[in-house]
């Protein structure tokens, strides 16, 4: 049997290594030409590449469509939009963690792009976790959808506290247990200092790499909410992985696009909780309902038709609001 055709996690190796290429050449062209400088990235810069990243991702659902059938390619497109939306929580706190260590926005897109690659390995960790879970145990997937209900539940019903950094458990407990230099030093992650105590050179963490870790850190909380979510509208791994990484791997330039505007989608969170309820109760009634799986094409219609209400809804509710954040 010829390698590329061997199954893994139950697709062919050539359809991983088809996404595997595609993921490495939008990071390269990323990196390597398109922000080979540092330097701050305006709106408009953000917007195109975000309106890039997510046709980029789109165009995969397309392939998705023709490689695997409508039927993946529908749940496909559903796992991607619900990702984008939840990252954009992600924006907000990665927002906040910048601000708290001061990191200048000419440095900004390098943390981003190295937390982006963190991020894709420890979502490979988390759903191919996930994956053999539900293979091995399929009442997993009821916890799954339990849990998104829940979740869901909570966030309409609700305040939301304040986030406090300087109080942050994880923080404290990183000051506390490794070397970290106060002051920035260009780009650089670390920096070699001579230590107060000893008298000898050691290595320092500079702000930098402490933001970096607190935004892997926030990622690996929201895979808490995102991995339930897109096994709750599919269990093929691949459909879950390449939908989570295409959504993710825009995330630096909707960061950029959306931090100035953030507060204009202030009503998102109730509809990211009406589709997070809605994916979650779907599970339980398609088995009331005696079906193998619920409608993929009315799982992908309802999730856009909250997702699109929300921002509708937000945009009016705001459109007074023409000061930026």
């Known amino acids: 049997m010829d390698i590329l055709s061997q ?15 595609i993921v490495l050449a939008l990071l390269v062209v990323d990196l390597g030409v398109l922000h080979k400088k540092q330097k701050a990235i305006g709106v408009r ?15 995969f659902g397309g392939w998705v469509w023709h490689e695997m059938g409508a039927v993946s390619a529908k749940e496909y497109v559903t796992g991607f939009l619900v990702e984008k939306t939840l990252a954009m929580d992600n924006i907000f706190l ?7 260590f001061t990191i200048p926005a000419a440095y900004q897109h390098r943390v981003l792009f190295w937390g982006i690659l963190g991020v894709i390995v420890l979502r490979g960790i988390v759903i191919a976790a996930g994956a053999t879970l539900v293979a091995e145990y399929a009442w997993v997937l009821y916890i799954f959808a339990a849990f998104l209900v829940a979740t869901g539940i909570k966030m ?21 247990h490794l070397r970290i230099e106060d002051e920035l030093h260009g ?14 050179y050691a290595v320092y963490m500079t702000p930098l ?3 970096l870790l607190m935004i892997e850190i926030v990622d690996l909380i929201f895979a808490l909410d995102s991995v339930p979510a897109i096994f709750a509208i599919t269990t093929n791994p691949y459909i879950v992985y ?11 330039a909707l960061y950029f696009a959306l931090s100035a505007i953030i507060h204009r989608f202030q009503y998102m969170k109730q509809a990211l909780a009406l589709v997070l309820i809605f994916i979650g109760s779907k599970v339980f009634v398609a088995d009331m309902l005696g079906l193998e799986k619920f409608p993929a094409g009315i799982s992908l219609g309802v999730t856009v038709a909250l997702l699109v209400g929300g921002v509708v809804y937000s945009l009016y509710k705001t459109r007074a609001d023409t000061k930026l954040a």
């Open 7 to 21: 199954l893994v996690m139950g697709t062919p190796l050539w359809m991983w290594g088809t996404f595997a290429a």
């Open 45 to 59: 810069e953000s917007l195109l590449m975000s309106a890039f990243y997510i046709a980029i991702g789109l165009a």
């Open 94 to 100: 990665i927002s906040l963690i910048f601000t708290y």
């Open 156 to 176: 309409l019903v609700m305040k939301e506290k304040p986030i406090d950094l300087k109080n942050n458990a994880v923080l404290k407990f990183l000051r506390r």
């Open 187 to 200: 780009n650089s992650f670390f920096v070699r200092l001579k230590d107060a105590n000893t008298g000898k």
């Open 209 to 211: 790499f402490l933001a």
């Open 242 to 252: 390449t939908s989570n990484i295409f959504a993710i791997l825009g995330l630096r």
